[in-house]
Every structure is written in structure tokens, then in C-alpha cells.
């Protein structure tokens, strides 16, 4: 971001960042019943790495219908 603009957004900034990720957090925990379960990534990491995360996660979901990493629980309906 840096370097393809002159000015940053204040939602740019890593403190606000970071302020914003910590809220997400409080509503994922306390929604969870009403939202279901929740996977968090990590996107720092390089776009292979992501990829295979996910693609994990979702081989383990649909061979057993279990999410490992997630925050909360899976309900069927």
C-alpha cells in the first residue's frame, strides 16, 4: 500500500487494523452460536501457504465434516 499511493486510509493504518481484527474477534465469539463456526487465517503468510491451509481445512470438512481450526461449533440443521 505504501507504495502505489500517496496518502493512506485511516482503516490502513496497523494500529486501526489491528483495532478492527480484535472487534471481529469479540463479535465471532459471542455470535458464534447464531453464525457457526469460524476460521481464521493467516494472510501473512506467502499465497501457497494460505492456499494450502485452506484447502486443508476444507478437504478435513468434507471427508469428515469436522473443522478443526475453527473457533466455535459446527451445527447441522
Not at 459471542?30 to 484447502?55: H, L, M, N, Y
Amino acid at each position: 500500500m505504501q507504495n502505489t499511493r500517496w496518502k493512506r486510509d485511516l482503516y490502513e493504518e496497523p494500529a486501526q487494523q489491528r483495532s478492527i481484527r480484535d472487534l471481529y474477534f469479540e463479535l465471532i465469539d459471542r455470535e458464534i452460536p447464531f453464525v457457526g463456526p469460524v476460521v481464521v487465517i493467516d494472510s501473512s503468510r506467502t499465497p501457497d501457504e494460505v492456499s494450502a491451509q485452506i484447502k486443508r481445512i476444507l478437504k478435513t470438512f468434507l471427508t469428515t465434516g469436522q473443522i478443526e481450526e475453527a473457533r466455535g461449533e459446527l451445527t447441522l440443521l
